[in-house]
Every structure is written in structure tokens, then in C-alpha cells.
């Protein structure tokens, strides 16, 4: 059985959203598209091309494009509860900004909720290896 294909509107989205995350102006978005298809504006892709760019943009770039699913809502709960824990010990506040400097300095993202599940579980893991040498 074929897995279905997202629809037009939904791959066209996705592109955007990359363009976003990433912070592309105008003409090094049209620039992507030119490099990945010849092509420098999205609605002239067929569905083929704008699966081809999603694919390549979430692969060079380290992207996850695919709507957020329960794991990581619970992986970025569990990083949320170990930076609490965190700045209970230390008796300081420990920001959210704090994990995400983790995340950018291992996968190059800004934001947990760009992050996939194992990029997740390499903060988590981060974390809690921090909290062992704390502890002595």
C-alpha cells in the first residue's frame, strides 16, 4: 500500500516555514529554490519539485518540518522539568534559552520545537549529564 502524499498547499507551507525558521530574505529564499530546482518561485513547482525541496531542506539543513507529535511535546516537557529541577538545586531561574543554547551548539537549531525527537533526547541527555557532575 503507497503512503499518501501530502497535499500541494501543505508541501507549499512546509517550504515557507523553512524559509522562516531559517530566516531567508527574498532573495536567497528564491535562491534555494533556483539551486534545488531551477526554479525561483514555489508556486511554479510541480508536487515532485516541492517534495524534492521539503526532502533536501530538512536533510541539509537539519530541519523537522513534520507537525509537532506527542514525543517531542513530551521530550521538551521533560527538558522544561530538568531546568526547573535545575535552577531549584542552584536556586536561580534556568531559562528555556538555556537548553536551546545546548541545541544550537550541537545541531545548529534555535528552538526546541524545531528539533526532531533525537536531537531532543541529545539535549536531555546533555542535561542530565550536567546535573550527575553538579551532584559530585
Known amino acids: 500500500m503507497r ?26 529564499y528564491r535562491s534555494m ?16 519539485e516541492l517534495r524534492y525541496v521539503v526532502t533536501q531542506v530538512e536533510r541539509d539543513f537539519g530541519l523537522n518540518l513534520s507537525r509537532p507529535k506527542g514525543k517531542t511535546a513530551g521530550q521538551i516537557a521533560k527538558i522544561k522539568a530538568l531546568l526547573t529541577a ?8 534556568i531559562p528555556i534559552s538555556y ?9 545548529g537549531l534555535e528552538k526546541l ?6 536531537q531532543l533526547r541529545a539535549v536531555i541527555t546533555a542535561l542530565i549529564i550536567a546535573e550527575k557532575r553538579a551532584e559530585g
Not at 529554490?33 to 515532485?48: D, I, P, V
Not at 520545537?113 to 533525537?118: I, S
Open 113 to 118: 520545537e524545531w528539533a526532531n525527537g533525537k
Open 99 to 107: 537548553a536551546e543554547a545546548i541545541l544550537k551548539q550541537q545541531c
Open 86 to 93: 535545575k535552577g531549584q538545586r542552584d536556586g536561580v531561574y
Open 3 to 28: 503512503k499518501r502524499q501530502p497535499p500541494r498547499r501543505v508541501l507549499l507551507a512546509k517550504i515557507h516555514i523553512a524559509a522562516t525558521k531559517m530566516g531567508l530574505d527574498e532573495d536567497t
Open 33 to 48: 529554490l533556483h539551486r534545488y530546482t531551477g526554479k525561483t518561485s514555489a508556486s511554479e513547482l510541480t508536487n515532485n
